[in-house]
C-alpha cells in the first residue's frame, strides 16, 4: 500500500541544492550515500548537476517515471509543485516542508488544499512538517536526519521529528537498529493507522514502536491494532493527555474519564502494550526485537548475589503478570550435583559470588533444559574473579540454542563495558536494574495473554431503535439536550432492560391508587424536564408504607418542586415499586473525541466518586471484553460474594453493559449517560435498572 514511499524505484528530491548548507543538499546526499540503489534525481531550477547526479528544472522534464518526491521547498510552493507530481505520475510524496497546519491560519487552509490534490491524483503522503522516512531495508534514508541507523527488526513510528533525531543518535552507541523509521510530522495523508496498516504481518519487522501525541482516527486505530498485534507487538508511549476536560463533565460517568482513559482503554482493547517513559519502550523494543516469544509465564532467575535476586523475585511476584518457575525435582538433583554446597539451587539460583563461567554455564543450562520455566533472567553483580566478558558470552551461546527468551541484568557500569558489548552483539537484552527485566518480561506475557485470547465476539440484541430516534428528535424539539427521567427509562425499556414498575400520577389520589397496584412499599419521585437534580430539591421520597404516606408525599413533592420552581414543567410525579436490596453498580458512558463512546462499570450508589473504583473500555464491547471489565474493578470480590455471601448476577451485568454499548453505538449523539444504580441481585435473579441520566449532544 505504501511501496512507493518505504521501496521506491526512483526518488526525486525537489528543493535538492548544490550548496551543502542547504536542507535539500543534505535530504539528497543521505540518499546518495547510504547505498539506495534506485534511480535519484535532483529538482533544481537552475543547477545543471548536483553531487555528480543530473539536475532537472522539475519533475515534468525527468524522461523517466517517479515513484517518490521527497519536498524541501518553501511552503508557498509545494502546491504547484504537488499539481506537476500528480501530472507526472508520481505515487509517493514525503513532504518535509514546514508552514502548514502547525502554524494556523493561512497554514491551516494550505494544508487542506494540498491534501485535496494528493487524494485528487490518489497519492500517498508523509507530511508536511516532518523528518523524513528511513528504510534500511532498502538503504533509503529519505530524511534530513544525521545518521543512517543500523539494520534490525524494529520498525518506528513518531510525531516528534526532533524525538526521532535524539533516538537515532541515542540508538547508534547501543547497537539497536531499525527496519523502517517514519516521522509523520502533521499527517495530513499517512498517519498512524496507515503505518500498521502497511506493517500488519511485515516480515522485517518483530516489532512496532509508536510515539504519539494524538490519534486522528481513534476506532480505525483499533481496528488496525487489532489485526496487527495478532502477529507483532506493538508498544506505544503517548505523551500530552490531560485530564482537564473531565472537569466540565456534569456527571459522575464524566468525572471519572478523560482522554487518558480513552487512551488506556483503546491500548488494552487493540492488544497494545502501554509504555510509560521512553526507556520502557526501548527495554521492550530489544526484548521483542532480540529474543523469541515465552509460551508460558514461568520465570528462573539466575544470580551470583543474594540481594539482587530477591529484588528480582520480589519484583516477579509483584508483577501480575509473570511468576517464579517451580524448579523440577531433576532440574534441583542436577543443581546440588553441580554446584557447590553453599548454593541455593531452588529458583532464584544463586551460584555464589566467586562464580565464573563455568558455574553461571551450570545453572542456565540447567533451568533452561527445564520443562516448567518459560524464561530466564541472568544477573551479575562484579566481584573479584567474576569473568564478565566469558559470562557474557555464554549467556548468549546457550540463549541461542533452546528458544526461550533470555535477560541479563549486569549491574554496574565501570568494569562492564566489554562484557556489556558481547551481551549486545548476541543479541541479549540487558537490563542496569533486575526490575526492569522482570517488567519486560511481563509485558511480554500480557501480550501473549492478549494475543490468545479468541477472536471479538460482538452482541446485537433486538431493540427499538426507532422508538428511540423519535423520543430523542422530541427532546431536541423541546430544545433540551437531556432527557428526563420518564424519557429516559423508555430509552432503557426500547433497549430491553429490565426497569422497577411505576407510573406517572397527576394528583394525590391517583398516586394511592397506583401505590396500591404496584404494591408497598413505593419511591415517589418528582418528574420534570427542567428539574434535573432531584435530590437537591427534595423531589425523591422512599420507603412510602401506605396511601396517606403517599398522598401528602405527592403534595410535599409537587410544593417543593413549585417553590424551587415556578416556571418548571411539571409532568407529575412518579410512583415507582421500591427495588429490593441488592449490590448497587454503575454504568455509565462519556463520549471521547478521538474515540467515541467510553463505558464505565464500578461500584456504584451515593459513594462512586470516593471509591473511583471504575474499568473501562470502548464502544462497541465484545462479549470478552465485558467480562474482563467486570472482573477488574477492585471490588469485584464483592459481587462474587464474600463471608458467606451468595454471588451476584455477574451474567446480567454483563448484559446490561453489552446493551448500553449497542445504545451509544447506535446513537452517537449520546453524550454522557449514567445508570446509577444498576441494582444487581443474587446469581439468577437478574439486574433493575433504577435510575438513569441521558445527555446528547
Not at 558481547?422 to 509485558?443: C, H, V
Amino acid at each position: 500500500m505504501l511501496e512507493a514511499i518505504f521501496a521506491p524505484r526512483s526518488v526525486a528530491v525537489i528543493g535538492a541544492s548544490p550548496d551543502p548548507d542547504r536542507l535539500g543538499h543534505q535530504v539528497l546526499k543521505n540518499i546518495v550515500q547510504h547505498g539506495y540503489q534506485g534511480r535519484i534525481y535532483p529538482i533544481h531550477p537552475r543547477a545543471s548537476q548536483i553531487l555528480d547526479l543530473p539536475a532537472f528544472p522539475s519533475v515534468l522534464h525527468v524522461p523517466d517515471p517517479i515513484d517518490l518526491a521527497v519536498m524541501v521547498i518553501p511552503a508557498r510552493q509545494v502546491l504547484p509543485v504537488v499539481e506537476e507530481c500528480g501530472q507526472k505520475g508520481v505515487q509517493g510524496l514525503i513532504v518535509i516542508s514546514a508552514g502548514f497546519k502547525e502554524v494556523g491560519g493561512e497554514g491551516k487552509a494550505l494544508e487542506r488544499q494540498l491534501l485535496e490534490t494528493v487524494r485528487r491524483y490518489q497519492m500517498r503522503m508523509v507530511g508536511p512538517n516532518c523528518l523524513g522516512v528511513i528504510d534500511t531495508i532498502n538503504r533509503l534514508n529519505a530524511s534530513f536526519a544525521a545518521l543512517m541507523p543500523n539494520e534490525g527488526e524494529i520498525a518506528f513510528m513518531s510525531q516528534s521529528g526532533a524525538l526521532c533525531t535524539a533516538i537515532l543518535d541515542w540508538s547508534k552507541p547501543q547497537g539497536i537498529g531499525f527496519s523502517r523509521f517514519v516521522s509523520l510530522g502533521n499527517k495530513a495523508d499517512v498517519d498512524e493507522v496507515s503505518l500498521l496498516q502497511a506493517w500488519n504481518e511485515d516480515p522485517h519487522s518483530k516489532v512496532i514502536l509508536a510515539y504519539l501525541e494524538g490519534i486522528s482516527d481513534g476506532p480505525g486505530f483499533i481496528a488496525a491494532a487489532r489485526k496487527v498485534t495478532r502477529n507483532t507487538p506493538v508498544v506505544a508511549i503517548k505523551s500530552g493527555v490531560t485530564e482537564a476536560g473531565t472537569r466540565a463533565a456534569s456527571s459522575h460517568t464524566g468525572s471519572l474519564t478523560g482522554s487518558e482513559s480513552a487512551y488506556e482503554a483503546a491500548f488494552a482493547q487493540s492488544g497494545i502494550i502501554r509504555s510509560r517513559t521512553m526507556s520502557e519502550l526501548f527495554d521492550l523494543a530489544k526484548l521483542f526485537s532480540y529474543q523469541p516469544m515465552m509460551q508460558g509465564n514461568a520465570v528462573a532467575i539466575v544470580t551470583n548475589a543474594g540481594g539482587p535476586g530477591i529484588i528480582a523475585t520480589d519484583a516477579t511476584e509483584r508483577s501480575g503478570a509473570v511468576r517464579m518457575a517451580t524448579l523440577t525435582p531433576e532440574t534441583i538433583a542436577r543443581l546440588q550435583r553441580d554446584l557447590p554446597p553453599t548454593a541455593n539451587v531452588y529458583n532464584p539460583v544463586d551460584v555464589i559470588g566467586d562464580a565464573r563461567s563455568d558455574r553461571y554455564r551450570v545453572a542456565i543450562k540447567a533451568t533452561l533444559e527445564d520443562p516448567g520455566v518459560h524464561a530466564l533472567v541472568v544477573l551479575l553483580t562484579p566481584q573479584a574473579g567474576t569473568d564478565t566478558e566469558e559470562i557474557a558470552r555464554v549467556i548468549g551461546e546457550l540463549a541461542a540454542t533452546y528458544g526461550k527468551p533470555v535477560l541479563a541484568s549486569f549491574m554496574g557500569a565501570m568494569s562492564l563495558g566489554p562484557s556489556l558489548k558481547i551481551l549486545n552483539e548476541q543479541r541479549i537484552p540487558n537490563y542496569t536494574f533486575p526490575e526492569r527485566a522482570i517488567q519486560s518480561l511481563a509485558s511480554m506475557a500480557r501480550y501473549l495473554e492478549a494475543r490468545q485470547q479468541p477472536e471479538p465476539e460482538f452482541v446485537h440484541f433486538e431493540v427499538d431503535r426507532e422508538r428511540v430516534r423519535q423520543l430523542f428528535d422530541r427532546v431536541r424539539e423541546s430544545g433540551r439536550v437531556e432527557l428526563g427521567e420518564i424519557e429516559a427509562r423508555e430509552v432503557m425499556e426500547a433497549y430491553g432492560m429490565r426497569l422497577p414498575r411505576s407510573r406517572l400520577a397527576q394528583s394525590p389520589d391517583e398516586a394511592a391508587r397506583i401505590a396500591a397496584e404496584i404494591g408497598y412499599p413505593v419511591v415517589m419521585k418528582i418528574s420534570s424536564p427542567d428539574i434535573l437534580h432531584k435530590s437537591d430539591i427534595g423531589g425523591v421520597r422512599v420507603g412510602l408504607a401506605d396511601a396517606t404516606a403517599v398522598r401528602d408525599t405527592h403534595e410535599l413533592i409537587e410544593y417543593r418542586a413549585r417553590k424551587y420552581s415556578p416556571q418548571a414543567r411539571i409532568w407529575g410525579i412518579l410512583v415507582q415499586e421500591m427495588v429490593r436490596k441488592g449490590r448497587e453498580i454503575l454504568v455509565g458512558v462519556s463520549r471521547d473525541p478521538q474515540f467515541g463512546p467510553l463505558v464505565a462499570v464500578g461500584m456504584g450508589g451515593i459513594y462512586v466518586e470516593v471509591l473511583r473504583d471504575v474499568a473501562l473500555r470502548l464502544a462497541p464491547i465484545s462479549r470478552q471484553e465485558v467480562a474482563s471489565q467486570i472482573r477488574s474493578i477492585r471490588t469485584f470480590p464483592l459481587l462474587r460474594g464474600v463471608r458467606g455471601e451468595p454471588p451476584a448476577d455477574i451474567a446480567a451485568i454483563e448484559e446490561v453493559v453489552l446493551r448500553i454499548s449497542q445504545l451509544v453505538t447506535d446513537f452517537p449523539e449520546i453524550v454522557e449517560m449514567d445508570i446509577n444504580p444498576l441494582v444487581v441481585h443474587n446469581q439468577g435473579e437478574g439486574a433493575v435498572v433504577v435510575d438513569a441520566r441521558i445527555i446528547l449532544a
